[in-house]
């Protein structure tokens, strides 16, 4: 929770932004370990809604949601060596 007022969840897709984040730093392993964690919030469908109650232990919001779906996906293709992480492409613009 945020501490702020109000009945809100985890924003999921900022989540998702968080995941790609460690990996840009290089923090690949730790990146890896949020997407999984992540990957579980889905429901029986694979589907993941706009927020998630960790209070509760939900989805809360709009389900289906487009923005984490759309964050899902690109974490992927990071993870999956569809894009190098920011140190590698700085190291390799040295060059």
């Known amino acids: 929770m945020?501490?702020?007022p109000g009945d809100e969840g985890a924003f999921l897709v900022c989540t998702?932004?968080?995941?790609?984040a460690l990996h840009g730093i290089g923090r690949t392993?730790?990146?890896?370990?949020?997407?999984?964690?992540l990957l579980n919030l889905r429901n029986d469908l694979g589907l993941l809604s706009e927020e998630y109650d960790t209070a509760a232990g939900r989805q809360v919001g709009n389900t289906p949601q487009a923005y984490s779906?759309?964050?899902?996906i690109n974490t992927a293709r990071h993870l999956?060596?569809?894009?190098?992480?920011?140190?590698e492409r700085a190291r390799s613009a040295r060059t």
């Open 29 to 37: 392993k730790q990146a890896a370990d949020l997407f999984h964690r």
């Open 2 to 4: 945020d501490g702020l």
């Open 16 to 20: 998702f932004w968080l995941a790609d």
């Open 69 to 72: 779906h759309v964050g899902l």
């Open 80 to 87: 999956s060596g569809g894009r190098p992480t920011w140190l």
